[in-house]
């Protein structure tokens, strides 16, 4: 299939642009539109280059921007000014293509997929796009090139003023994958800011690890992303685990905790096991054998909307290796006898149905399964309890807190293979456990060095064996 053409355009500094052919005296001074001048209130709209190269931002009080540039003029909005020059932007699109969507006033994609053998190819159009703006309304824009709205929109946002950027197939890595993640459509200052947090600095972080969880949930079988950012020299980005210390600590926390300790049973069977999320809250009691101590993993439990509605579903592995036979530690045994018995005493409904699937082990106080987030909505609520309880416990003792970073269920499982792998399990049984289709993943994804301790150790044990010489 033919990839579409898309063009963002970007009027630039529009409002200021407008007024500058309207106002030849601002053309070579800082100036600003917004806010009511005599009042001394407001805020920017935009400014003029001369005004952002002092550091003038579209969003500065006027008072904030009068400081960091002294000489601005500032002139009130007039939207009706504005509102004509974008029809008039519309108008000239429109002899390239109807399909428009406008993104605002000053912004807007178009598909002209169509009139490319008729006009040229994309960076064709976009350059007579780009002329006429010029000669026929007298101000600049910046368009993007691709395949795509969201690189359509990285492009026109690549190169300001009176740019034109492709971002092709061939090219979006070398050209988007380095760029900072707050540029990405949508991702505004909180999203930016947990994303940070997560060590998500770059677009090409976001779509590596967005891509890693794919293939951890066995959705997909390789990581298109991996790699991509060899060119730039970073090492790669180190998976999370808790140290054998945190483990202790957060375990230690739950169990004696009066509301969170209900969730005790199911953490140490998160550690135990290894589990995807949806292998964990889709598990039922007719999966394991207490006797035999071994859990039978052959389905996962989703909650997505597969055109009949957001609401569970039971699906398959995407791999065989997916499907296994897990050996229950004594611990996990422990937990799951620790867990009928709270079901029992919370009198938890066991007669919830998914497509034929009932008794379900892990479940929430209506008796339905646990949703995805809302395992990862507990384990917040865990760590933010605790980190709580340990700046209060630091003041006491007047020491330095040890907080907690958040914790998922993702990162839950890769602590569960840390500590296997700390312990000396072969790693083909380690393969096999977590049931990754290459072992590659195992090896280069979650059997990393989580602490010092665990180096140490290790040299220890290797010492004790050595023969001498």
């Given at each position: 299939?033919?990839?579409?053409v898309?063009?963002?355009?970007?009027?630039n500094?529009?409002?200021?642009?407008?007024?500058?052919?309207?106002?030849?005296?601002?053309?070579?001074?800082?100036?600003?539109?917004g806010?009511?001048?005599?009042?001394?209130?407001?805020?920017?709209?935009?400014?003029?280059?001369?005004?952002?190269r002092y550091?003038?931002?579209?969003?500065m009080?006027?008072?904030?921007?009068?400081?960091?540039?002294?000489?601005?003029?500032?002139?009130?909005?007039?939207?009706?000014?504005?509102?004509?020059?974008?029809?008039?932007?519309?108008?000239?699109?429109a002899?390239?293509?109807?399909?428009?969507?406008?993104?605002?006033?000053?912004?807007s994609?178009?598909?002209?997929?169509?009139?490319?053998?008729l006009?040229?190819?994309?960076?064709?159009?976009?350059?007579?796009?780009?002329?006429?703006?010029?000669?026929?309304?007298?101000?600049?824009?910046?368009?993007?090139?691709?395949?795509?709205?969201?690189?359509?929109?990285?492009?026109?946002?690549?190169?300001?003023?009176?740019?034109?950027?492709?971002?092709?197939?061939?090219?979006?890595?070398?050209?988007?994958?380095?760029?900072?993640?707050?540029?990405?459509?949508y991702?505004?200052?909180?999203?930016?800011?947990?994303?940070?947090?997560?060590?998500?600095?770059t677009?090409?972080?976001?779509?590596?690890?967005?891509?890693?969880?794919?293939?951890?949930?066995?959705?997909?079988?390789?990581?298109p992303?991996?790699g991509?950012?060899?060119?730039?020299?970073?090492?790669p980005?180190?998976?999370?685990?808790l140290?054998s210390?945190?483990?202790?600590?957060?375990?230690?926390?739950?169990?004696?905790?009066?509301?969170?300790n209900a969730?005790?049973?199911?953490?140490?069977?998160?550690?135990?096991?290894?589990l995807?999320?949806?292998?964990?809250?889709?598990?039922?009691?007719?999966?394991?054998?207490?006797?035999?101590?071994?859990?039978n993993?052959d389905?996962?439990?989703?909650?997505?909307?597969?055109?009949?509605?957001?609401?569970?579903?039971?699906?398959?592995?995407?791999?065989?290796?997916?499907?296994?036979?897990?050996p229950?530690?004594?611990?996990?045994?422990?937990?799951?006898?620790?867990?009928r018995k709270?079901?029992?005493?919370?009198?938890?409904?066991?007669d919830?149905?998914?497509?034929?699937?009932?008794?379900?082990?892990?479940?929430?106080?209506?008796?339905?399964?646990?949703?995805?987030?809302g395992?990862?909505?507990?384990?917040?609520?865990?760590?933010?309890?605790?980190n709580?309880?340990?700046?209060?416990?630091?003041?006491?003792?007047?020491?330095?807190?040890?907080?907690?970073p958040?914790?998922?269920?993702?990162?839950?499982?890769?602590?569960a293979?840390?500590?296997?792998?700390?312990?000396?399990?072969?790693?083909?049984?380690?393969?096999?456990i977590?049931?990754?289709?290459?072992?590659?993943?195992?090896?280069?994804?979650?059997?990393?060095?989580?602490?010092?301790?665990r180096?140490?150790?290790e040299?220890i044990?290797?010492?004790a064996?050595?023969v001498?010489?």
């Open positions: 299939m033919q990839d579409r898309i063009l963002h355009s970007d009027c500094c529009f409002y200021a642009s407008a007024e500058m052919l309207h106002r030849p005296e601002c053309r070579h001074v800082p100036m600003a539109v806010g009511d001048p005599e009042a001394r209130h407001g805020i920017v709209l935009t400014a003029n280059y001369i005004a952002k550091g003038v931002k579209t969003g009080a006027l008072w904030q921007a009068r400081q960091v540039c002294p000489g601005i003029v500032f002139v009130p909005p007039r939207m009706d000014l504005y509102l004509r020059f974008s029809r008039m932007a519309h108008e000239i699109y002899d390239y293509t109807d399909l428009q969507e406008p993104y605002g006033i000053d912004e994609w178009l598909d002209v997929t169509d009139s490319c053998s006009k040229g190819d994309g960076l064709s159009i976009a350059k007579e796009i780009s002329n006429r703006m010029k000669s026929e309304m007298g101000i600049t824009v910046s368009i993007g090139v691709s395949y795509n709205k969201i690189f359509a929109k990285l492009g026109s946002d690549y190169k300001k003023p009176d740019a034109i950027t492709t971002m092709g197939r061939e090219e979006y890595r070398t050209k988007a994958w380095n760029l900072p993640v707050s540029d990405l459509l991702v505004g200052r909180s999203t930016n800011r947990k994303l940070q947090l997560l060590g998500i600095k677009i090409g972080d976001l779509a590596k690890a967005a891509l890693e969880l794919a293939v951890d949930d066995d959705i997909l079988r390789k990581n992303a991996k991509a950012l060899g060119d730039y020299g970073r090492t980005k180190e998976r999370i685990a140290t210390s945190q483990q202790e600590k957060i375990l230690a926390f739950i169990k004696t905790h009066n509301v969170y969730y005790y049973p199911m953490i140490c069977f998160m550690i135990g096991t290894g995807r999320c949806g292998e964990l809250i889709g598990l039922t009691w007719n999966d394991v054998d207490m006797k035999k101590k071994i859990i993993v389905h996962q439990l989703i909650y997505k909307n597969l055109g009949d509605g957001c609401k569970f579903h039971i699906t398959t592995p995407k791999t065989e290796a997916g499907v296994r036979i897990i229950m530690l004594d611990n996990v045994r422990k937990a799951l006898e620790e867990q709270l079901n029992f005493l919370l009198a938890r409904n066991r919830f149905e998914i497509e034929g699937y009932t008794d379900f082990i892990f479940l929430a106080k209506t008796g339905r399964p646990l949703m995805p987030n395992v990862n909505s507990a384990l917040k609520n865990i760590v933010d309890a605790y709580k309880a340990e700046v209060v416990n630091a003041k006491k003792e007047r020491r330095k807190a040890e907080l907690f958040n914790i998922s269920a993702h990162i839950m499982r890769h602590t293979c840390t500590r296997m792998a700390e312990q000396g399990m072969d790693v083909k049984v380690l393969q096999y977590m049931g990754h289709e290459n072992i590659e993943v195992t090896m280069q994804v979650y059997n990393h060095i989580s602490d010092m301790s180096v140490e150790n040299i044990r290797m010492n064996l050595a001498d010489f």
